[in-house]
């Protein structure tokens, strides 16, 4: 199972990092995802890096201020969020990814999601 962890309140254009773990598995050539969903909207891609080869996939909403990455020695992904909008208000969670690389931003094919953090953004 995996955990998200980082969340919080903060003002917009602050920034947070959160973090996915991993509990009882180790990340290997996969690829994983963070998602997000806000009240009452259905669940979105947000990012998604490959484990083995460091590749980034990004939604069009975050690209340029959210970066993914992970850090192989403690099996843990990180999403680095700068200039947060009131629209990123959400909870985020992460997955795994078992599907086509194509499929890399449906997340109907992932699994493993875990318990998700809580980030709120205010104006």
């Known amino acids: 199972q995996l955990q998200a962890s980082g969340g919080g309140s903060v003002q917009a254009v602050d920034s947070l990092r959160l973090s ?3 509990s009882g598995r180790t990340f290997t050539n996969e690829n994983v995802g ?7 909207k259905e669940r979105e891609f ?3 890096i490959r484990w083995s080869g460091g590749f980034t996939y990004y939604a069009d909403s975050v690209k340029g201020r959210f970066t993914i990455s ?5 099996n ?10 009131p629209e990123d208000t959400a909870v985020y969670y992460c997955a795994v990814h078992r599907g086509i ?3 890399v931003r449906d997340g109907t094919s992932y699994a493993h ?7 709120t953004v205010s104006s």
Do not use: E, I
Request: glycine share 10%; with cysteine.
């Open 20 to 22: 996915c773990a991993a």
């Open 34 to 40: 963070w998602f997000r969903q806000a009240p009452g």
């Open 46 to 48: 947000v990012a998604a």
């Open 70 to 74: 992970r850090d192989k020695g403690k």
């Open 76 to 85: 843990t992904v990180y999403l680095q969020m700068n200039n947060l909008k």
């Open 101 to 103: 690389l194509s499929k």
């Open 113 to 119: 999601w875990g318990q998700g953090t809580l980030v």
